[in-house]
């Protein structure tokens, strides 16, 4: 079992940043890929970015060049660095880690961008 809790929503204004974190409970964090979604109120959940236990990263294109993750094994942590922060950005950010006994939602952290 893991336990995966969001910190670092909030408010802030289009163009602002935010860093976003997840710290994992356990000792399996280490062994798997990780990701962050958001879900926008009426839409689906979507991939914002996932990195795997060796670093490999990738993106959504609608947040390429804008965010970036990262994690900490040693830590348990892993984070997103949001920057330019458009309102579509505006949504409840989940991260999660995929095991082979199954995937680990955290509760979620809410986003929003708005001047």
């Known amino acids: 079992q893991v336990h995966l809790v969001e910190s670092g929503g909030g408010l802030v204004q289009p163009g602002g940043s935010l860093r976003l974190s997840c710290a994992a409970s356990?000792?399996?964090?280490?062994?798997?890929?990780a990701g962050w979604h958001r879900q926008a109120p009426g839409k689906q959940r979507e991939l914002v970015a996932f990195?795997?236990?060796?670093?490999?990263?990738n993106y959504a294109d609608s947040v390429k060049g804008r965010f970036t993750i990262s994690r900490d094994n040693a830590k348990n942590t892993m984070h997103l660095q949001m920057n330019s922060l458009k309102p579509e950005d505006t949504a409840v950010y989940y991260c999660n880690l995929g095991t082979t006994a199954g995937t680990y939602w955290g509760q979620g952290t809410q986003v929003t961008v708005s001047s």
């Open positions: 356990g000792s399996s964090f280490r062994f798997y890929t």
């Open positions: 990195i795997t236990k060796d670093g490999i990263t």
